[in-house]
């Protein structure tokens, strides 16, 4: 079992001496970073950012997760949207819809100043699919989806494709591992035929070399990001050694002597999620579980509690945590050792993530 304490920070990765403003970056833009807490840019922003602004071309970046990459191709696709222009624009396509909302929810907070509005929607499997169909009716210049359930829309006529000029891939290597490789291929086919491919993530497999191969012009821009680097050093990392039988025993001790304290708990399995949020609860801790067998309006109902600080401690699965986004954060602890370490570098980082 891994326990990592940390006090809340603005945004993960490297700080690199530059400023938004340097990058080419607008000042409505930079108004809107300030006023959620970021005013200086990572390694990977530092690096994309300019290089998508001045030009169009394809971005292919390897970089494990928390570095700052939401912001890396969130700030240069708006700045290619033509707000009068009603048609679907850009395309983001996330494994989970855990980072779907959250990749969303920073695009509307980055255009909150802007003169004319940009349109962000997402779509996900776990919601009613007519809700999403009734959202997309209006206009819409971005749209954020898992490619299963975007897929799906296309299929049905609800979503035209063809005026997509950018197109990014986020996590590209989660989407493939996950079995999205088909839906993948379909969306790509669908999109405008002259567009900028962005693909971001923290491995390149095989499989994701095939698909560089295949939809990726030749020359892309290729950026790499120090793993090494990624992690925030003021985090103090500390580890257990037990048997399985007293890992509830060891977390209870290490949670009365936090108190006050809010953290995350991640497990490997559904199951294993939550029998330990049953057993924490029997011993009065308040807290809830959140994994894949939920239905979105249950898990989005258990996230409300967290950030409500109507509980003190979120366990959640590797897989639903994708995505989480909260702040003030004390503790991380894994439960069992995570199957990747981008994982860990990940979850250590899930106080805020952009």
Same mark, same amino acid.
């Given at each position: ?22 990058? #080419?970056?607008?000042?409505?833009? @930079? ?49 290619? @949207? ?46 009613? $699919? ?31 494709? #063809? ?14 591992? %996950?079995?999205?490789?088909?839906? %993948? ?18 491995? %390149? ?17 290729? $950026? ?10 003021? =985090? ?28 995350? @708990? ?23 579980? $959140? ?19 109507? =509980? ?10 994708? #995505? ?31």
């Amino acid at each position: 079992m891994y326990s990592v304490t940390s006090q809340s920070y603005s945004h993960a990765g490297p700080i690199v001496m530059a400023n938004f403003k340097d990058l #080419g970056v607008q000042p409505h833009y @930079i108004k809107a970073l300030a006023e959620i807490g970021i005013q200086q840019p990572t390694e990977v922003q530092v690096k994309a950012i300019p290089f998508l602004l001045e030009t169009s071309y394809d971005m292919i970046v390897q970089s494990p997760t928390g570095t700052g990459k939401t912001i890396a191709f969130g700030l240069p696709m708006l700045e290619k @949207i033509n707000p009068k222009n009603p048609k679907v624009q850009a395309l983001v396509l996330t494994p989970t819809r855990e980072l779907g909302i959250q990749v969303s929810k920073h695009l509307f907070k980055l255009t909150k100043y802007l003169p004319e509005k940009i349109f962000t929607e997402a779509v996900y499997g776990g919601e009613h $699919i007519l809700k999403q169909i009734k959202a997309l009716s209006r206009p819409t210049h971005i749209i954020v989806a898992t490619p299963g359930r975007l897929r799906d829309l296309v299929q049905r006529g609800e979503v035209n494709l #063809g005026s997509v000029k950018t197109l990014v891939l986020d996590e590209a290597d989660e989407m493939l591992s %996950m079995g999205f490789r088909e839906d %993948m291929e379909f969306l790509l086919n669908q999109c405008h035929p002259q567009r900028d491919n962005w693909m971001f993530s923290a491995t %390149m497999p095989q499989e994701i070399l095939l698909l560089i191969k295949k939809h990726f012009r030749k020359g892309a821009k290729r $950026i790499q990001i120090d793993k090494k680097n990624t992690v925030n050093k003021k =985090i103090e990392h500390r580890y257990i050694i037990c048997e399985i039988e007293h890992k509830v025993k060891i977390i209870l001790n290490f949670l009365k002597a936090r108190v006050g304290d809010r953290g995350v @708990i991640f497990c490997r399995t559904k199951k294993g999620a939550q029998r330990l949020a049953q057993q924490l609860q029997e011993r009065k801790i308040k807290t809830d579980a $959140i994994h894949g067998d939920l239905q979105q309006k249950e898990r989005d109902k258990v996230m409300r509690a967290f950030t409500n600080k109507k =509980i003190d401690v979120l366990i959640a699965t590797d897989v639903a945590a994708r #995505g989480i986004d909260v702040v003030d954060l004390g503790f991380v602890i894994h439960h069992q050792l995570p199957e990747k370490e981008e994982f860990y570098t990940h979850f250590i980082k899930t106080s805020r993530r952009v």
